[in-house]
């Protein structure tokens, strides 16, 4: 499931609407309840990064 396909099951399954509301980071994206306003989820893109540490026997 892709992000548009994300965006189309929430809003023909909840009765909800969405919007982006930080200027800084304009493809985050709230999920919000269209009668409290209230946001119930947050589509965000994660930079991903790994770490390995190694350990040294000593």
Known sequence: M???DFE???IQNDD??????WK???K?????????K???ALVMNVQKR???RRRRDG
């Open 2 to 4: 892709n992000r548009d």
């Open 8 to 10: 189309k099951f929430v």
């Open 16 to 21: 909800a609407s969405f919007d982006y509301p």
């Open 24 to 26: 800084k980071s304009p």
């Open 28 to 36: 985050n994206e709230v999920f919000r309840h269209k009668d409290s």
């Open 38 to 40: 209230k946001w119930f």
């Open 50 to 52: 790994v770490r390995v």
